[in-house]
Each structure stands twice: as C-alpha cells, then as structure tokens.
C-alpha cells in the first residue's frame, strides 16, 4: 500500500505492467455493485429478455416471407404480426425496466464511492495534504464519479446489450446460414484488433485529459476562494490568462482523446458495414444458385445487421468505459492510500478522568515535505495537569509545530510525546483528540449556520449548551443580532463575519467541547481591544482547572500563565514567569521591548 505521505502524484503513477490492463480498474467497483446485487441480478435479466426479444424479430421476418404472401396465409400473417406487437410489448416493457435499474444502480454505487473516497480522505494524515491539491481531490470527487456514473449507469449497460446482440446475432448466423457465417466470423478479428488497439489509446488520453481538468479545476479553487486577495493586488488578468491556459491545455487533451475515439469508430464503422456489404453479395449469389431461401436470407441479414451494430456500438461505449476506468484508477488510488498516522492494532486506554498531561522528550521534527530543514531539535518540557503554560518566540521558532504534534497530525522524527503518560504513538489519534480543544490563530469557519459551527466542538450538544458556549466566549452578543439568530448562514469561509467574530465562534467552539487540554493559538489575536478583554475573561474563566497551553505574542496574553517558554529554533532558550524573563534581558525581554515600543 502507498503512504498517504508521499504525496498523490507519486501514488497515482501506474506501473508499466498495469497500463495494458485496460478495464481492470472497474473491477474493483464489483463490491459496490455487490451491495445491491438483486437489483443488478434484476437489470441483467432484463437485459436478456429485451435482446432475446429482439433476435426472435428475424425469424418471424424469414418466415413471413418464405411462407406469408399469397392469398391462402392470410391468417399466417395476421398471426405474425400479432406475435410481433407482443414482441414489441416485451421489448418495450424490458428495456424500461432494464433503463431505471441500471440508471438508479449507477446513482446508487457513485454515491457510495463518494461518501467512502470522502471519509478516507479525511482520514489521511497532515502530510498528504501538504503536497495534494485541495482543488485536484474536489475534481477526483466530482469530475471522475461522474465519469463513471455515466458508465455504470449507461454505457455499461449498452455494453452489455450490444455485446448479448452479438453473440446471439453470430449465433443465429451460423444456425441459419454456416457458409455465409464464415465471412461475417472471418472479418471479426480484422474488426476486433483496431478496436482494442485504439482503446488502449483512449484510455491513455482520456486519463491525461482528467489529469489536466483536474489541474486547472484545483488552481481555480484557491484562486477562487482567495479572491479578494486576487483583486487587492490587481492580479486578475494573470490570473486569467493562467487558467485560460490550463483550460486550453485540457481541451487539447481532451480533443487528443476524442480524436482517438472518432478513429476508432469510423475505423470499426467501415470494417463492420463493409463485410456485411460482401455477405450480402455472397448471399444474393446464393439466392440466385437456389442454395437459400430469399426468407433465410433476410433471416441471416438481419443478424448480421445486429450483430455488426452491437460491435459498432461497443466501438462508440468503449471510449466512455476506457475513461470511466481511467476515473475509477484515479478514485482508488486515493482509498489505496494509507494514512501515516492511524491507531494501532492494540491502542493503549488513555487514563480516565484525564488530566491533560503533555510531555516531550527531546523531540527532533521537520515536515516531509521539508525533510531537509528541521523545526523541533532536541525539544524537551512537560506540561502538569491544570498548568498553564505560553509559548514565546519569533516566528518559525516551533510553536504551532509543537500543537501539530500534541495533536498527532505528524510523529516526531526521534524523542517521544506523551499525552496523560501515554506516548502518542501507542494510542488512538481519535481517543487523543477528543480530549484537545484548540483554537487556531486562523478561525476555521464553514459555510453553515452559526450554530452548527459551534456545534463541530461538540456533535450531540443541546441548543442551550450551544448558546451557554456563545454567551461565555461572548459571541451572543453579536449572534443575536443576526437575522435568524443560532440559525443565521454565515457563508463560505464565514465571508459575512468579522475577523473578531469568527474567533469568538472558533472559541465558543473549544469552550462547547470541554476538554481536559486547550491549546490556544493566538487566540485573541484578531479581536479588537474591547472584544480582547470580554474574551480573555471568558478564557481565563474556561482555563481553570484546565491544562492550557498558550501561543501568544501579545504580552497580555501569557502574563497570567504560570510558566512561559521561550523558543528560538526549535529549543528552549528561556522559561520562567513574566517578571523573571522581563528582567532577564534575554531574548524574552528583547520581544517585550520591541513589542511595546512598536506599540
């Protein structure tokens, strides 16, 4: 199994080996069709019933022309075409039913594919997120389930049907005319190279295409969803004429694969229409030599019209299952990944009632997608229970490292993390962050009600505990004057808030959740003076009796914790309170003055 660690590109390369296997990728959905195999047993046999209702229509033709016209078959007659609208009913009755399961299956299983590559994904660990593309997985998302819901759902189907049309059309052929048969099964393999040939192709193109849409559909999404950065730096025309690019180069990769596929088809096309131009010049010469009936004849050309058109339709729905299956590849290459960091096979329990002890034992880090440039060397401190303790230093010193790993987003590369004597590694990474309430420098606000995104701190709470976590992060005040209250939409990305107000629901969000271990990332930083002081009440308030670890630069912050650490690349220069640290003259002291006189 690929890593989640080494990135999608890496694990989305084929082999060499496996590119010859053109539909196996579209095995691996037979599980998702296994889920519902009543109903794909169903649409099958419909399937069946509507071709076999259809090769029934050239015999009653044979016999109605060998036998039917004269005077005294006029109830001969009658019967056929009685026996033709019933045909026709059946038909028409299968091929209905035959379309609705079919379609609904197709629905059915796409649904089932997003919502698992959906929770894999998130499942994966930090690291693959630092080299994928957030854009490119929407387009796997959407683009590619589409792809392959267009297969299931139809092309598949027609598959299916066309290739029972050709096998019961070349049967036929054989039961009513073996000699004529040996032309028509002679040209197959003349008809049957090219198409698997330029398949191959197809496929190739058709993944190359994806890839490219899937491209430029990820540089629109951040460009998008940073838009006004994009105006205030008048950057919309390079922007542009970037993506106009991107989108160029896609629709030239597209072309290439629509291309291969309209070669193939006229390719299949005029073998197929061409060898049943030379059965039917075989077969008038046989007429005329008395060897068959004009009835049989027409009998044999018939099938062979269905057979031919069964194989010149799979020349056009090979394309679209060749891309379904450059789709599928791309979509299980995702839920092959395995994320980095997961529980082990035997978790060890975390102490329970927890105290929110945190210990690092000369950790050493850096990030895999920056292997070469360490954050954490040698980092060792603890953390006791109810402690409250702020971290302090210039940026890239380590700070918002050391909560990555108290999360267990990444593992250190050497040393250890406990968390309550527990090393983090030994336990579950969900059981761990349950106990973790943070509060990011960046308030991280989705496009959904004010009251559902408290709510992410904790899924079954109650409205009023919903409005008592608003009220003590001093959130109510500006919640209520919204148009719908608790229920108000604040758009994506929480667009139609202030900076100020989306920390306040990023910390009504921790104080819902009740965690033993807050972790506070700037916490107040975008507030204003007034709102600061409101909510470092409310934090002070929620600290208690609390682990609290502390990320600040505003002095104010961290002059009530009990212990300050002073990081400069990645160790520990200085600890002590704020009295002791501001007379040290260190480094600590040095960023106090600055900040003051810069105040």
Not at 204 to 220: E, F, I, M, P, V
Not at 381 to 397: C, I, N, R, T
Request: glycine letters at 8%.
């Amino acid at each position: 199994m690929s890593s989640d660690g080494r990135g999608l590109d890496t694990a989305s390369a084929p082999a060499a080996g496996q590119r010859s296997v053109k539909l196996k990728p579209l095995t691996r959905l037979l599980p998702y069709i296994a889920r519902y195999r009543g109903r794909a047993l169903l649409a099958l046999l419909a399937l069946v019933v509507a071709s076999g209702a259809t090769l029934i229509v050239p015999v009653a033709v044979r016999r109605m022309i060998d036998f039917g016209f004269s005077a005294d078959a006029a109830a001969l007659i009658d019967s056929y075409f009685s026996v033709m609208i019933a045909v026709a009913a059946v038909l028409a009755a299968s091929s209905a039913l035959r379309y609705y399961l079919v379609t609904t299956l197709g629905e059915r299983i796409v649904a089932d594919l997003r919502s698992d590559v959906f929770a894999h994904l998130t499942r994966l660990s930090s690291a693959f997120f630092d080299s994928a593309q957030t854009g490119e997985l929407v387009s796997r998302l959407t683009a590619d389930t589409t792809q392959i819901k267009s297969a299931v759902g139809a092309s598949v189907s027609i598959a299916l049907r066309n290739l029972v049309l050709f096998f019961g059309g070349a049967v036929m052929m054989v039961v009513t005319s073996p000699r004529l048969s040996l032309f028509v099964l002679g040209a197959i393999p003349v008809i049957v190279l090219p198409l698997v040939g330029f398949g191959r192709a197809v496929r190739k193109r058709g993944r190359a295409a994806q890839d490219t849409l899937a491209d430029a559909s990820g540089y629109a999404s951040e460009l998008i969803g940073a838009v006004r950065t994009l105006q205030a730096f008048t950057y919309e025309l390079p922007a542009s004429k970037r993506f106009r690019a991107s989108v160029e180069q896609a629709y030239e990769a597209a072309r290439g694969a629509t291309r291969a596929r309209a070669v193939l088809t006229a390719i299949a096309i005029f073998l197929v229409f061409a060898s049943v131009v030379l059965v039917l010049w075989v077969g008038a010469q046989d007429v005329l030599a008395g060897r068959i009936t004009p009835g049989r004849l027409s009998q044999f050309v018939l099938y062979a019209v269905f057979a031919a058109g069964g194989l010149g339709e799979l020349t056009q729905v090979w394309g679209e299952i060749a891309q379904a299956s450059g789709a599928a590849e791309r979509l299980f290459e995702i839920l092959r990944l395995e994320p980095q960091i997961k529980a082990p096979l035997r978790p060890v329990a975390l102490p329970k009632p927890s105290r929110g002890e945190v210990a690092f034992r000369d950790v050493r880090f850096a990030y895999p997608a920056r292997a070469d440039s360490g954050v954490l060397d040698g980092l060792s401190f603890a953390v006791k229970a109810g402690e409250k303790l702020a971290l302090v230093g210039p940026s890239g010193a380590g700070k918002s490292t050391i909560f990555h790993l108290i999360l267990r987003f990444y593992d250190p590369l050497s040393g250890s993390v406990t968390f309550d004597g527990v090393r983090l590694e030994q336990a579950d990474p969900a059981e761990l962050r349950a106990r973790i309430a943070l509060v990011p420098q960046d308030a991280v606000v989705f496009a959904a009600s004010v009251a559902e995104n408290i709510r992410f701190g904790r899924p079954d709470a109650s409205a009023a505990e919903i409005e008592r976590a608003a009220e003590a992060a001093h959130a109510a005040e500006f919640i209520v004057r919204m148009p719908q209250g608790y229920d108000s939409q604040v758009g994506e990305r929480g667009i139609m808030l202030s900076g100020g107000q989306r920390q306040r629901i990023a910390i009504a969000r921790a104080i819902l959740r009740e965690a033993p271990l807050l972790l506070l990332d700037e916490a107040t930083s975008a507030l204003d003076a007034e709102s600061e002081t409101l909510v470092q009440q409310a934090l002070t308030r929620l600290m208690q009796g609390r682990t609290s670890i502390v990320i600040a630069h505003r002095l104010a912050t961290v002059q009530s914790c009990d212990r300050i650490l002073v990081l400069d690349h990645g160790r520990i220069v200085e600890q002590g309170t704020h009295a002791s640290l501001s007379a040290s003259g260190g480094l600590y002291a040095r960023l106090a003055k600055l900040q003051f006189e810069m105040g």
